[in-house]
């Protein structure tokens, strides 16, 4: 069944007044809900009378006209909200709870013509709200890099989670300077920045961007200094699209399909020479491509033979491909592919950008989706197979143009059949094949950088057969769509990694008393004993 599209997606409406605290000694979550009263009887008050025509445009702020927030409840029922602060079942759409901080975030502006407490209290409500997505981000970030670094979203939340709504707090005239108000009108700077309050301090609603706030408080988690020291400690950084593109090396360009591999060398071509022609005094931050350099890029991959229709198409594919840059280092690092879809923020915006949903429900209606699965599943093995020969054949090929490892290539089929298919422990294997030590073997061997090789071939193996069987899923006519063919090649990869390569991954990470039981081991044993009995022929 089609998830609701973000447009629609339903958020209860409690998220106003009932604020996720920071909990270490809860168990399993490290946080809390609290019910703020405050938060609820202004929510109550203000938000859910809005539709009285006496009240529709009584509320002005600095954002110049009555909010859209006025109008909200004339869309549908009017909530009903227990007095505990516990919602009674009532969500709204995406767009409702924008109309709903259009106006809160009026209130609360410094500009705002309402009173000191108006205002703090409107603040309150808006910082409950900001809490959530705080929390959403840290798991994201967590589920992307947690598996190889050893840290759980709950190490994160102190640097972000750190508002427990007990003080009323507005921004000073400046817009900058959050103020404590104690009682109606007395006033004295804080001592500690609340992140919620910097969070929504630096939202510009009227953005030409129109990001939502819940994408801008992505992007600020993120940002946040501490969290990121916290997260460079552990050998990780966040990089631009561009900055990404820029620095991808040619063990990733082999990673992608043709078309991608040469629209990515036109970006180095001119977009690297451009900065090699640029002062180098400082670190400098990667712009976006000027309209010039996209004009240039285009013209190369005519040159090429590789059409692209406009230059927003151009940027459009760029992007795609830092996505896939993105999760190939996530692969790299961890060993497993991410967990589940997940966003990408874009640094200059902050509006994040999903990724394709894993059940595919973008372009193919359930039936096709249902019999294209299938179609997957009875072709994956044969893929996996000729993935696992093709990976392999690459592997041996490279150690025979080492000057290093060159005379241990012909030693791999054995070594790969001695620690995948009898269990033997790197020490043993040194001992069997002559090596000096460990290190050697795992240089030699190099389980994950074959099971990276091997998931290459296997989905681009899986791409192709399907790529050439559109007619059977109604596919033809969507075949010149290439945002279609990349939420294809993301849907093929998601399946994959399900089926395959995330059991495979876990087995690599865990050493010792290795586990044979994975698909991936079970067909490259198969594959080293059909090699061994060749050779014996």
């Known amino acids: 069944m089609a998830q609701l599209s973000k447009s629609v997606r339903m958020v209860p409406l409690s998220r106003y007044w009932e604020i996720l605290r920071l909990d270490p ?8 809900k609290l019910l703020l009263p405050l938060a609820w009887e202004f929510f109550q008050q203000k938000c859910l009378e809005l539709d009285a025509p ?15 927030g006025a109008r909200l409840l004339g869309r549908g029922p009017r909530p009903s909200v227990a007095p505990q602060g516990h919602a009674t079942g009532t969500h709204l759409s995406v767009e409702q709870h924008r109309d709903i901080q259009t106006s809160l975030y009026a209130w609360f502006h410094p500009e705002a013509s309402g009173s000191p407490i108006s205002r703090a209290r409107a603040g309150l409500c808006l910082r409950c709200y900001v809490s959530y997505p705080i929390l959403k981000a840290c798991k994201k970030l967590a589920s992307l890099y947690s598996a190889s670094h050893h840290f759980t979203y709950r190490d994160l939340l102190p640097f972000v989670l750190d508002d427990d709504g007990k003080v009323l707090i507005i921004l000073d005239q400046d817009g900058i300077t959050q103020l404590i108000l104690n009682g109606d009108r007395e006033t004295k700077k804080t001592d500690y920045q609340f992140f919620t309050v910097e969070v929504l301090r630096k939202y510009n609603l009227n953005s030409s961007s129109k990001s939502r706030l819940d994408d801008w408080v992505y992007y600020q988690t993120k940002q946040h200094p501490k969290l990121k020291e916290f997260l460079s400690e552990r050998g990780l950084c966040f990089l631009s699209d561009w900055a990404l593109l820029n620095r991808a090396r040619p063990t990733q360009l082999e990673q992608l399909l043709p078309r991608d591999r040469k629209i990515l060398e036109a970006f180095h071509a001119v977009y690297r020479r ?40 151009l940027r459009d594919e760029l992007k795609h491909l830092a996505r896939v840059l993105r999760r190939y280092d996530i692969w790299i690092r961890s060993g497993f592919p991410p967990s589940e879809s997940l966003e990408v923020s874009d640094s200059d915006t902050g509006r994040d950008r999903e990724l394709p949903d894993q059940n595919f429900t973008n372009t193919l209606d359930a039936i096709a989706r249902q019999e294209l699965q299938q179609f997957c599943g009875q072709q994956l093995i044969a893929c996996l197979d000729l993935g696992i020969e093709q990976g392999l054949t690459e592997h041996i090929t490279k150690l025979q143009h080492s000057r290093s ?6 030693k791999v089929i054995s070594g790969l059949e001695l620690i995948y298919c009898h269990g033997k422990s790197q020490a043993e294997i040194a001992s069997i094949l002559g090596m000096t030590n460990q290190s050697q073997v795992s240089r030699v061997l190099n389980p994950k950088d074959l099971l990276n090789r091997v998931r290459f071939w296997t989905i681009d193996k899986l791409f192709h057969i399907i790529s050439h069987a559109a007619h059977q899923f109604n596919l033809a006519n969507m075949s010149r769509d290439p945002d279609y063919f990349r939420n294809l090649m ?8 399900a089926e395959v390569f995330q059991e495979a991954a876990a087995e690599i990470m865990t050493g010792k008393n290795r586990s044979t039981n994975s698909l991936y081991t079970q067909r490259l044993c198969r594959y080293l004993e059909t090699l061994k009995q060749e050779n014996h022929d």
């Open 25 to 32: 000694a809860s168990v399993g979550c490290g946080y809390k």
């Open 54 to 68: 006496e009240t529709r445009c009584s509320v002005r702020g600095s954002v110049g006209q009555s909010p859209r």
């Open 274 to 313: 451009d900065r090699r022609q640029q002062p180098t005094k400082k670190a400098r931050r990667c712009p976006d491509p000027t309209q010039s350099q996209l004009e240039e890029m285009r013209h190369l991959l005519q040159e090429k033979s590789v059409i692209v229709n406009s230059l927003v198409q």
């Open 405 to 410: 490892y060159a005379r241990f290539a012909s």
């Open 490 to 497: 993301e849907h093929l990869e998601a399946f994959v990694d």
